[in-house]
């Protein structure tokens, strides 16, 4: 065991009232990489020790829950190579296979957010990590045998869900390591590097699984793959991450921030934007194979490559822009413009359709995915100021102000967790259309209205000043 004090003033040229004590932090380090005393808020720490530790359990975190996207994602391409492998799935088994990840992802993520502070961000991460080896190994099994039963082949899907409950607990343990001016930036970098796992999945795969294969398809490989990244993940969080004793499941905070209405308003919105990003981006390669075959993937040498990892591109890289500006003109107005452009995204889909054109069509769903991304930043980022505005609403004593951040807190998780069901539901509707009518035109013109009916809810209800928010511009 080391202990380490850092004055308060240690190396900085701020005031002592600068700082969020005065008092120095007195850090000590026990086996199995626990620290006590750990506090971002004190500057003097944070600039002599506490930044160097918190980008380095970051960079790891962020690696980790990548490849958590991956996994949760692989089948969205691995659906579109299956007939090629000698699998003869109906269109609607298909769309079962590419949505339970989704579902079970989404369901994960509940108990992933309260893994941090029973076990320790460290310990969890390695864990959390491992569990991606089981999806992983299986679908590299399943997919090699064309007689592997449905029933088989949908619980193997399940199990992909792990990956999606990675970001709830990497989300939760990020928070803990960084002070609350810089939390903001290291959580939207956490979560854009996970989202882009999924583009890194759509395009990896088709090249690893085509590169010698011949006649026929390695497809097998896009399970196999992953494996070496899982186990260096594993390694580097066993190494160079850390656990925090001061991470503390906050149960008291969640079950109030449920009961507050804006929750369910809020992660509506986020059903909206995030989970049409995940939903959109888990269908993509199946939509492109069934109304442009000929491009469903691209021959480049002896790979393929399929564009659709485009669509995931573009969302996550759009996010962070979304979050900047909601920071400039107000997260609700950006949100409202998000859901604006999805909604005309969605019908000039409908409209292009009929074209026949690849081309329009692939601009149309970039359109659609930029706006969710741009949507999912800017959601996000409304959230501690809607808690923030109900504060000053009901009450300015300090008590309540702290209740109101405990809150925050616990609805960015939950709203993080109920808006991805969107990648269950997005695909679920996409098949009763084609069920239904043999199309997916009822489907995206379903689309175009939910998006009108959030754009007007978040006007009435986070554009226009309301007292129930004490007025405030969210």
């Not at 109906?90 to 309260?114: D, H, K, Q």
């Not at 981006?281 to 109304?291: E, T, Y």
């Not at 991805?420 to 199309?439: D, K, M, R």
Request: aromatic residues 12%; positive net charge; contains cysteine.
């Amino acid at each position: 065991m080391t202990t380490t004090v850092v004055p308060p003033n240690a190396n900085t040229t701020e005031s002592p009232h600068d700082l969020a004590s005065p008092d120095a932090v007195v850090l000590t380090h026990r086996p199995g990489r626990w620290i006590d005393g750990y506090d971002p808020e004190n500057l003097g720490f944070w600039q002599v020790q506490g930044r160097a530790i918190a980008r380095r359990n970051l960079n790891w975190s962020i690696f980790a829950e990548f490849l958590g996207f991956i996994i949760w994602q692989l089948w969205s391409i691995v659906v579109v190579m299956l007939p090629s492998a000698g699998f003869a799935f109906t269109s609607s088994e298909s769309f079962w296979l590419i949505s339970l990840p989704s579902l079970v992802g989404a369901t994960m993520r509940f108990p992933y957010t309260f893994m941090v502070a029973r076990f320790g961000g460290r310990n969890w991460t390695i864990v959390s990590a491992g569990l991606l080896l089981i999806p992983a190994v299986l679908l590299g099994i399943v997919v090699s045998n064309p007689d592997t039963p449905f029933g088989v082949m949908l619980l193997v899907a399940a199990l992909a869900g792990f990956g999606g409950g990675n970001f709830a607990s990497s989300m939760a343990n990020i928070t803990y390591f960084f002070p609350q001016r810089e939390k903001g930036f290291a959580l939207g970098l956490n979560a854009a590097g996970g989202n882009i796992g999924t583009a890194v999945a759509q395009f990896a795969v088709p090249i690893a699984v085509t590169i010698g294969a011949g006649a026929t398809l390695n497809i097998a490989l896009a399970g196999w793959m992953w494996i070496p990244l899982i186990l260096l993940a594993m390694w580097g969080a066993w190494r160079y991450m850390d656990n925090l004793s001061n991470a503390k499941a906050d149960v008291a905070g969640s079950a109030a921030a449920l009961r507050e209405p804006h929750l369910w308003l809020l992660a509506l919105l986020y059903i909206g934007t995030f989970g049409s990003f995940i939903g959109f981006a888990s269908v993509f390669p199946k939509l492109i194979a069934d109304q442009f075959p000929a491009f469903s993937t691209l021959q480049v040498g002896q790979a393929a490559i399929s564009l659709a990892f485009l669509g995931a591109l573009v969302g996550s890289v759009a996010r962070p822009f979304g979050g900047r500006l909601a920071d400039r003109f107000g997260g609700a107005r950006v949100t409202v413009a998000a859901f604006g452009t999805m909604a005309l995204g969605a019908l000039a889909l409908v409209w292009a359709l009929p074209l026949q054109s690849f081309w329009v069509f692939l601009g149309c769903f970039l359109v659609l995915f930029a706006a969710t991304g741009v949507g999912n930043g800017s959601t996000y980022r409304m959230i501690p100021n809607v808690f923030a505005a109900r504060g000053l609403a009901i009450a300015a004593d300090a008590s309540t102000s702290a209740s109101r951040q405990r809150k925050a807190a616990a609805a960015l998780g939950l709203i993080s967790a109920i808006g991805a069901y969107g990648g269950f539901v997005i695909p679920q509707i996409l098949n009763a259309s084609q069920l239904a009518t043999g199309a997916y035109v009822a489907a995206f013109y379903g689309f175009v209205g939910a998006y009108v009916v959030l754009l007007a809810l978040t006007v009435f209800v986070y554009v226009l000043p309301r007292r129930s928010l004490a007025g405030q511009r969210i």
